[in-house]
Nanobody, 116 residues
């Protein structure tokens, strides 16, 4: 299958930046789309951004212009550069990988807290 491990979360003041990383292992050649999702307390998990194997990206309206998703297919890594962070960005951020034959996989999540 596919294993995903996130890193890079933490506490930052509003207006600051953080960079999240996700390392994929296992059946990585089968991965098509990768993405970041987040879940705030009491809320449903929501899409943040996705990127296809060819580099096509998609962003939630709430993060457009502030967040940048990128992917290194040779190193099997996924990143999310988050700038101009707001308190409403506070959530657990999850790495996601969708494969051709083995289904969808999730990382364990990393906490991002933005203080006002």
């Amino acid at each position: 299958q596919v294993q995903l491990v996130e890193s890079g979360g933490g506490l930052v003041q509003a207006g600051g930046s953080l960079r999240l990383s996700c390392a994929a292992s296992g059946r990585t050649p089968s991965i098509n789309v990768m993405g970041w999702y987040r879940q705030a307390p009491g809320k449903q998990r929501e899409l943040v951004a996705t990127i296809s194997s060819s580099g096509s990206t998609n962003y939630a309206d709430s993060v457009k212009g502030r967040f940048t998703i990128s992917r290194d297919n040779l190193k099997n890594t996924l990143s999310l550069q988050m700038n101009s962070l707001k308190p409403e960005d506070t959530a657990v951020y999850f790495c996601n990988a969708r494969t051709s034959f083995y289904g969808t996989f999730w990382g364990q999540g990393t906490q991002v807290t933005v203080s006002s």
